[in-house]
Structures are given as structure tokens and as C-alpha cells.
């Protein structure tokens, strides 16, 4: 034990650690996960007819699951999104399923939204949970 060092890339939060005392510790492997606490962002997922109206750099309201709510403000917004009903086929040419449903729902494109450095909670976040985004309208 004298000579181990354990040093974490990052400031964050141990989860998932399931060791226990006297487990084989391998060089490189893996025995816990560490979510960086500098790295949280929202993702909210807007229908592409929402899109004309959602910019980057626009303010945006996020409430959690638990009711409480913060700002945040759009960082950017997803170019490309995979249709799973168009893989590629042989020369890469569409490959268009025959029992294709041609009644189609917008898509959802995913919007990265930067929580607000000021928000006070942000030590109580955690990742992977819902909430409600709602983009404010430009004040002009």
C-alpha cells in the first residue's frame, strides 16, 4: 500500500464502486466510475418542427422530476440524426423497407443546453434523470 497512488483525472464523484477489501486490482482496469462534476449539460430532445423557433445562445427554462427549476442556455443543436427505417444496402444506395409506415412522426433532434454556472444545485444534479425544458422566447 505504501507504493499505490490512486489519482482520479478529474474532480468528480466515485459511483458503481464495487470492490471490496482484499479484490485483485489490475494496472489499467477498471473498479469504479467517476462522473467528472464539471461536465453535466442538459439534452433535450425537440421535435424538428420545433426547430426554426430553438437558436444557439437562447435562454432556456429547466425543471427537474423533483420541481426544482434553473437556467441554462442552448450550446448547440445536433446536425444529423440516423432514420433507422433508411439503412444502407448494397453500394451504399437506401435500402427502403417495403412495410414502411408512411404515416411519420417529427423526429426528434437532440439540443445541448449549458446549465447555468451560477445555478446553486449543481452539486446536487445527477446524471441520466429527466426534466422539462422550456426554450424562453427571444427578448429583443
Known amino acids: 500500500m505504501q507504493r499505490t497512488r490512486v489519482q482520479a483525472p478529474v474532480t468528480g464523484y466515485v459511483t458503481n464502486l464495487l470492490t471490496r477489501q482484499g479484490d485483485y486490482a489490475t494496472a489499467g482496469g477498471a473498479l469504479l466510475a467517476l462522473v467528472d462534476s464539471d461536465s453535466f449539460y442538459v439534452s433535450g430532445y425537440f421535435e424538428e418542427t420545433k426547430l426554426p423557433r430553438i437558436g ?20 448547440s443543436i445536433a446536425f444529423a440524426i440516423a432514420d433507422r427505417e433508411n439503412l444502407p444496402g448494397g453500394r451504399l444506395l437506401a435500402n427502403i423497407n417495403p412495410s414502411y409506415t408512411w404515416v411519420k412522426l417529427a423526429q426528434r433532434v437532440p439540443v445541448r443546453i449549458q446549465i447555468d454556472a451560477d445555478y446553486a444545485g449543481k452539486n446536487r444534479l445527477r446524471a441520466g434523470t429527466t426534466a422539462t425544458v422550456t426554450v424562453r422566447e427571444n427578448q429583443q
Open 56 to 75: 444557439q445562445g437562447d435562454r432556456v427554462r429547466i425543471e427537474l422530476m423533483s420541481g426544482e427549476t434553473f437556467g441554462g442556455t442552448v450550446q
